[in-house]
């Protein structure tokens, strides 16, 4: 899961982001699905890998994994991350805010 709060991307930590699945992926390279875990690893999909290439600013931790358990943990962290972000961006409009946004993804 991918989260957009202003001009950041958050995360969670244990999820992968892509537009096409490491079996497809592998399918349409090597046509063989079965080379899907090189092929993640090639994609670089993880929470870990978009915030080393810069895509996203924040990875949200799962305390052990979102299950029922962690939803609490989970929720306290976003929501003081939330917190920050408002802090951060009062006074500036939603169109400023979308500016950067897209000022920030075509630089890349």
Do not use: C, H
Request: proline share 3%.
């Amino acid at each position: 899961m991918a989260t957009a709060v202003g001009n950041e991307v958050w995360m969670l930590e244990n999820a992968t982001y892509s537009i096409l699945s490491p079996e497809g992926f592998a399918s349409i390279l090597w046509k063989d699905a079965g080379r899907a875990k090189e092929a993640s690893e090639i994609m670089n999909i993880t929470a870990q890998d978009l915030k080393r290439l810069r895509v996203i600013e924040e990875i949200i931790p799962e305390f052990g994994g979102a299950s029922e358990l962690t939803k609490q943990p989970i929720g306290e962290y976003s929501k003081e991350r939330i917190k920050e972000f408002l802090k951060q961006y009062d006074g500036r409009s939603g169109d400023e805010i979308s500016q950067e946004r897209y000022d920030r993804f075509r630089s890349f």
